[in-house]
C-alpha cells in the first residue's frame, strides 16, 4: 500500500468515525455516569468490536451477509434487539445522588459488563460489515499481496476508532460537572436511551436495498 492511499484511507475513516453512531453514544453515556474510569475499558470493548467486524468482512462475512438473507436477518436483529435492551437499561438508570463529579463510583465488578457491551454493540452492527466490505475495497491495491493490505488497514482502523473513543469519553467526562440535577440526569438518560432505542429498530428493520 502507497502511502498516499494510507493517507487517504485514513482521512476517509477519521471523517467516518468522528460521526457518533451507537458505539460513540454508549461510550458517552457510560462516561457520563462512571467518569474516566470507563474510558479505558469501553474503548477496549470499541477496538475489539472494531476489530472483530472488520476481519470478518474482510474474510468474506460482509460479503456473505450481503447475499444472505436469512443470515443477514439473523444477525440484524440479535444486533437490533441488544442495542434495545441497552436503550431500556439506560432508560431506567437510577438517578446519581452523591458527588457526580468524581471517578471512584465504578464498582469493579462492572467493568467487564461495560466492555462486553461496547464489544457487543460494535461488533454485532450488521450495517458495520457490510459499511466494511463496500468502504475497504476502494483502497486495496488488487497488484499487491493482500494481507499486508489487510493488516496496515485494520491497524490503522482501530486505533483510530480508539482515539475516537476515548476523546468522546474525556470530553463526556468534563461534562459531568454540569449534569448535577436529578432532572438533567433524568433527561440524559431518556434522551440516550431513546437513542439507543431508536438505534436498535433502526438496525433491526433495516433491510439490504438501504
Given at each position: 500500500m502507497s502511502v498516499e492511499t494510507w493517507l487517504a484511507f485514513a482521512?476517509?475513516?477519521?471523517?467516518?468515525?468522528?460521526?457518533?453512531?451507537p458505539t460513540i453514544l454508549l461510550v458517552v453515556s457510560y462516561s457520563l455516569g462512571y467518569g474516566r474510569k470507563t474510558a479505558a475499558v469501553t474503548a477496549s470493548g470499541v477496538a475489539l468490536g472494531d476489530f472483530v467486524a472488520m476481519t470478518a468482512s474482510m474474510l468474506g462475512l460482509g460479503a456473505l451477509l450481503a447475499t444472505s438473507a436469512e443470515l443477514f436477518t439473523v444477525l440484524r436483529w440479535i444486533g437490533g434487539a441488544y442495542l434495545i435492551y441497552l436503550?431500556?437499561?439506560?432508560?431506567?438508570?437510577?438517578?446519581?445522588?452523591?458527588?457526580?463529579?468524581?471517578?471512584?463510583?465504578?464498582?469493579?465488578?462492572?467493568?467487564?459488563?461495560?466492555?462486553i457491551h461496547a464489544f457487543m454493540v460494535t461488533a454485532l452492527n450488521p450495517k458495520s460489515l457490510i459499511f466494511f466490505v463496500s468502504f475497504v475495497p476502494q483502497f486495496i491495491d488488487?497488484?499487491?499481496?493482500?494481507?499486508?493490505?489487510?493488516?496496515?488497514?485494520?491497524?490503522?482502523?482501530?486505533?483510530?476508532?480508539?482515539?475516537?473513543?476515548?476523546?468522546?469519553?474525556?470530553?463526556?467526562?468534563r461534562a459531568r460537572s454540569l449534569i448535577r440535577k436529578a432532572s438533567v440526569q433524568k433527561t440524559v438518560n431518556r434522551t440516550g436511551g431513546a437513542m439507543l432505542i431508536s438505534a436498535g429498530t433502526v438496525t433491526a428493520i433495516y433491510s439490504r436495498a438501504a
Amino acid at each position: 500500500m502507497s502511502v498516499e492511499t494510507w493517507l487517504a484511507f485514513a482521512a476517509a475513516a477519521a471523517v467516518i468515525l468522528v460521526i457518533p453512531g451507537p458505539t460513540i453514544l454508549l461510550v458517552v453515556s457510560y462516561s457520563l455516569g462512571y467518569g474516566r474510569k470507563t474510558a479505558a475499558v469501553t474503548a477496549s470493548g470499541v477496538a475489539l468490536g472494531d476489530f472483530v467486524a472488520m476481519t470478518a468482512s474482510m474474510l468474506g462475512l460482509g460479503a456473505l451477509l450481503a447475499t444472505s438473507a436469512e443470515l443477514f436477518t439473523v444477525l440484524r436483529w440479535i444486533g437490533g434487539a441488544y442495542l434495545i435492551y441497552l436503550g431500556i437499561k439506560l432508560w431506567r438508570a437510577p438517578i446519581q445522588t452523591g458527588p457526580i463529579s468524581d471517578n471512584d463510583n465504578l464498582p469493579e465488578r462492572k467493568s467487564h459488563r461495560i466492555f462486553i457491551h461496547a464489544f457487543m454493540v460494535t461488533a454485532l452492527n450488521p450495517k458495520s460489515l457490510i459499511f466494511f466490505v463496500s468502504f475497504v475495497p476502494q483502497f486495496i491495491d488488487r497488484n499487491a499481496e493482500f494481507l499486508p493490505q489487510m493488516v496496515v488497514m485494520e491497524l490503522t482502523f482501530v486505533t483510530l476508532a480508539t482515539l475516537n473513543a476515548l476523546g468522546y469519553a474525556f470530553l463526556a467526562d468534563r461534562a459531568r460537572s454540569l449534569i448535577r440535577k436529578a432532572s438533567v440526569q433524568k433527561t440524559v438518560n431518556r434522551t440516550g436511551g431513546a437513542m439507543l432505542i431508536s438505534a436498535g429498530t433502526v438496525t433491526a428493520i433495516y433491510s439490504r436495498a438501504a
